[in-house]
T-cell receptor, first 116, second 112 residues
Framework: AQTVTQSQPEMSVQEAETVTLSCTYD???????LFWYKQPPSRQMILVIR??????QNATENRFSVNFQKAAKSFSLKISDSQLGDTAMYFC?????????????FGKGTKLSVKP | DAEITQSPRHKITETGRQVTLACHQT?????MFWYRQDLGHGLRLIHY???????NKGEVSDGYSVSRSNTEDLPLTLESAASSQTSVYFC???????????FGQGTRLTVV
């Protein structure tokens, strides 16, 4: 079975600084996707960034980037130039293919607070 | 615009009652998921479906059931509500062969 572990229940960062959120996962699959989702106080789940396991290049979306280490099964999220609007719960997620099907498993989340 | 909607947004029910939470998506996605979100547990998968007439149990399926009679809807039923089922419930959908999941706004259920 696949598992996703986020070891940091809470983190804080000063506005404009950089913060890294950790995520590790366990799987025997070779083909999969990894995601970071953001959940602000509005409760809406928002996709931040995704990484295909077969790609060696780390994904980047504006101020958000990942450090994907496939052998170590590690998938950390770096937020640069943190903004007050980045305050939210962040969930790491793992998606597998099974034929044309898929399943999406989440970690327990990291609560990020950006301080002015 | 295509979307996924959950109803109701909030519900209070009594222990032992049957409750159904609705989820409707207009993307024509084959995959649909139900999660519950609890403090300290993240999102845990309850049930999922890969298409009409297909349903599968997730990590925390006891006390819940789903049925998929069409592509657009995956209602979640609590057969006999318990206080342990007080939670926020999220429905999500994704297209077969792609991976991005779209989430509803969530339903806050309180069992008293």
């Amino acid at each position: 079975a696949q598992t996703v572990t986020q070891s940091q229940p809470e983190m804080s960062v000063q506005e404009a600084e950089t913060v890294t959120l950790s995520c590790t996962y366990d799987t025997s699959e070779n083909n999969y996707y990894l995601f970071w989702y953001k959940q602000p106080p509005s409760r809406q789940m928002i996709l931040v960034i995704r990484q295909e396991a077969y790609k060696q290049q780390n994904a980047t979306e504006n101020r958000f980037s990942v450090n994907f280490q496939k052998a170590a099964k590690s998938f950390s999220l770096k937020i640069s130039d943190s903004q007050l609007g980045d305050t939210a719960m962040y969930f790491c997620a793992f998606f597998t293919y099974g034929g044309s099907q898929g399943n999406l498993i989440f970690g327990k989340g990291t609560k990020l607070s950006v301080k002015p | 615009d295509a979307e996924i909607t959950q109803s109701p947004r909030h519900k209070i029910t009594e222990t032992g009652r049957q409750v159904t939470l609705a989820c409707h998506q207009t993307w024509n996605h084959n995959n649909m998921f139900w999660y519950r979100q609890d403090l300290g547990h993240g999102l845990r998968l309850i049930h999922y479906s890969y298409g009409v007439q297909d349903t599968n149990k997730g990590e925390v399926s006891d006390g819940y059931s789903v049925s998929r009679s069409n592509t657009e809807d995956l209602p979640l039923t609590l057969e006999s509500a318990a206080s342990s089922q007080t939670s926020v419930y999220f429905c999500a959908s994704s297209e077969s062969g792609t991976t991005e999941a779209f989430f509803g706004q969530g339903t806050r259920l309180t069992v008293v």
